[in-house]
T-cell receptor, first 110, second 114 residues
Framework: AQSVTQPDIHITVSEGASLELRCNYS??????LFWYVQSPGQGLQLLLK??????LVQGIKGFEAEFKRSQSSFNLRKPSVHWSDAAEYFC????????FGAGTRLTVKP | DAMVIQNPRYQVTQFGKPVTLSCSQT?????MYWYQQKSSQAPKLLFH???????NEADTPDNFQSRRPNTSFCFLDIRSPGLGDAAMYLC?????????????FGPGTRLTVL
């Protein structure tokens, strides 16, 4: 069955610390992969996407993600978190349509 | 700026009273989607239009209907809202073709059912 898993429901990091949000997928082939961010009461904003080519992709707001085929993962990273990064993060995969993971809520401590 | 607009941002309705949510886009995308997102959950696809072709998800209740009168506009009609329909409703658009999965989202309409 096709699925997207974000193992961490909630993560808390200190401002300035590094961040990694995990995403694993189960699909028959390599799908298109996305990370979206959602601030409270807002729609989803695309951070970055992977279709093919270089497995390390750069996104907006200083985020990057690495596609690892062997691990069926597409983890999101940021070297230094800012307080404004506090939000809900969704990994999504698509192959004909899009499926979202359950989301990871990020809290940033001062 | 090209964008996806949803109106209203907040909608309050009464149990059983029909309600319509609106989505418009200036991106000229041929695919439009409606998602339901309940608190602390992932968005759940209700249906989408590929041009005028309507595609309903298998588990979308009959209570939810949609109309797309033209490329720019898409409406979500909830015929008899129940308390369980209180949620954020997100509209998204995309282009067809190789990159058709990249979706652009509106800010959402938060629906409250009293």
């Amino acid at each position: 069955a096709q699925s997207v898993t974000q193992p961490d429901i909630h993560i808390t990091v200190s401002e300035g610390a590094s961040l990694e949000l995990r995403c694993n997928y189960s699909y028959g082939a390599t799908p298109y992969l996305f990370w979206y961010v959602q601030s409270p009461g807002q729609g989803l904003q695309l951070l970055l996407k992977y279709f093919s080519g270089d497995t390390l992709v750069q996104g907006i707001k200083g985020f990057e993600a690495e596609f690892k085929r062997s691990q069926s993962s597409f983890n999101l990273r940021k070297p230094s978190v800012h307080w404004s990064d506090a939000a809900e993060y969704f990994c999504a995969v698509g192959w004909g349509d899009m499926r979202f993971g359950a989301g990871t809520r990020l809290t940033v401590k001062p | 700026d090209a964008m996806v607009i949803q109106n209203p941002r907040y909608q309050v309705t009464q149990f059983g009273k029909p309600v319509t949510l609106s989505c418009s886009q200036t991106l000229n995308h041929n695919v439009m989607y409606w998602y339901q997102q309940k608190s602390s959950q992932a968005p759940k696809l209700l249906f989408h239009y590929y041009d005028k072709d309507f595609n309903n998800e298998a588990d979308t209740p009959d209570n939810f209907q949609s109309r797309r009168p033209n490329t720019s506009f898409c409406f979500l009609d909830i015929r008899s809202p129940g308390l369980g329909d209180a949620a954020m409703y997100l509209c998204a658009t995309s282009t067809a073709g190789e990159r058709h999965n990249e979706q652009f989202f509106g800010p959402g309409t938060r629906l409250t059912v009293l």
